[in-house]
């Protein structure tokens, strides 16, 4: 059974940074897409970043671009949100998800594996 863990979450000033790292246990599935969601406040959940573990590509929503960096620790089987620039709208619950055979990577429904998600503050 897939299990993921997130950590890292925390509270921040703007301009600050945070890394996020999502423990992956119960798979090694090379067809694996490997994602960052977020939900703020009063909001639906929106997908980050994701990677796809054959071919290394990495995604990312506009907002997040030339900021955030996603990474994939194959050896250790987990997955990384590096976070720069932090902004207050970036201010949410984060969570990791995993999908196989993942087609379009922002769709919360391509993804059946979910972790409890972890807090991110972003406030002055």
């Known amino acids: 059974q897939v299990q993921l863990e997130e950590s890292g979450g925390g509270s921040v000033q703007p301009g600050g940074s945070l890394r996020l790292s999502c423990q992956v246990s119960g798979t090694t599935y090379r067809d694996a897409c490997m994602a960052w969601f977020r939900r703020a406040p009063g909001k639906e959940r929106e997908a980050v970043a994701a990677f796809y573990v054959a071919d290394a590509r990495a995604l990312y929503v506009d907002t997040v671009k030339g900021r955030f960096t996603i990474s994939h620790d194959s050896a250790e089987n987990v997955v990384y949100l590096q976070m720069n620039s932090l902004r207050p709208e970036d201010t949410a619950m984060y969570y990791c998800?995993?999908?196989?055979?993942?087609?379009?990577?922002?769709?919360?429904?391509?993804?059946?594996?979910w972790g409890q998600g972890t807090q991110v503050t972003v406030s002055s």
């Open positions: 998800a995993l999908g196989r055979y993942v087609g379009s990577w922002s769709d919360v429904y391509e993804y059946n594996s």
